[in-house]
Antibody, heavy 121, light 105 residues
Framework: EVQLLESGGGLVQPGGSLRVSCAASGFTFSQYAMNWVRQAPGKGLEWVSIISKSGSSTDYADSVKGRFTISRDNSNNTLYLQMNSLRAEDTAVYYC??????????????WGQGTLVTVSS | DIQMTQSPSSLSASVGDRVTITCRASRSISSYLNWYQQRPGKAPKLLIYGASSLQNGVPSRFSGSGSGTDFILTISSLQLEDFATYYCQQSYGTPTFGQGTKLEI
């Protein structure tokens, strides 16, 4: 059974940094691209970032480009999202999601339970 | 970016009803359209990918159709567990989601 477990969320001040993680199990992590998707409180879903199987290719939403960095450790089956220069509008539940689709044609077939990031002074 | 517009934003229905939700793309996305279900307090779940392919384990009362700019999610006979919010998502360009359709009793 595929399991994705996010961690690292919390309260951070505007302009601060935070790294969230996603521990994967139940599948061969290194064979799938992975994504981050976020959901502001009471709002819809927003795709944030994608990373290729090897980690050599990445892409970002315009809203986070230059501030967020996605990475992965295939030896430890873990996905990361480093978030810098955080803003109030980055407040959201952050989900990691496994991608069954072709590269840059994401089909998000498994999701974690999410971790809440709150940006506030 | 490609904008995705769902209609309606909310929908009241009853168990056993046939329901359709529409998703329109701001430009053609071929068949690169996926549908997700999200129950309150839970993570989204993939229902349909490639506009019309049923994800493994999803009940056959769910179906998807369309191509180009106009897509439809159909639930043939609503069950109690289907009352949730549904999102479309395009993967033709930088992925974007529709705003969601809340299906209520």
């Amino acid at each position: 059974e595929v399991q994705l477990l996010e961690s690292g969320g919390g309260l951070v001040q505007p302009g601060g940094s935070l790294r969230v993680s996603c521990a994967a199990s139940g599948f061969t992590f290194s064979q799938y691209a992975m994504n981050w998707v976020r959901q502001a409180p009471g709002k819809g879903l927003e795709w944030v970032s994608i990373i290729s199987k090897s980690g050599s290719s990445t892409d970002y939403a315009d809203s986070v480009k230059g501030r967020f960095t996605i990475s992965r450790d295939n030896s430890n089956n873990t996905l990361y999202l480093q978030m810098n220069s955080l803003r109030a509008e980055d407040t959201a539940v952050y989900y990691c999601a496994k991608d069954q689709g072709l590269w840059l044609l994401p089909e998000l077939d498994s999701w974690g339970q999410g971790t809440l990031v709150t940006v506030s002074s | 970016d490609i904008q995705m517009t769902q209609s309606p934003s909310s929908l009241s229905a009853s168990v056993g009803d046939r329901v359709t939700i529409t998703c329109r793309a701001s430009r053609s996305i071929s068949s690169y359209l996926n549908w997700y279900q999200q129950r309150p307090g839970k993570a989204p779940k993939l229902l349909i990918y490639g506009a019309s392919s049923l994800q493994n384990g999803v009940p056959s009362r769910f179906s998807g159709s369309g191509s180009g700019t106009d897509f439809i999610l159909t639930i043939s006979s609503l069950q109690l567990e289907d009352f949730a919010t549904y999102y479309c998502q395009q993967s033709y360009g930088t992925p974007t989601f529709g705003q969601g359709t809340k299906l209520e009793i």
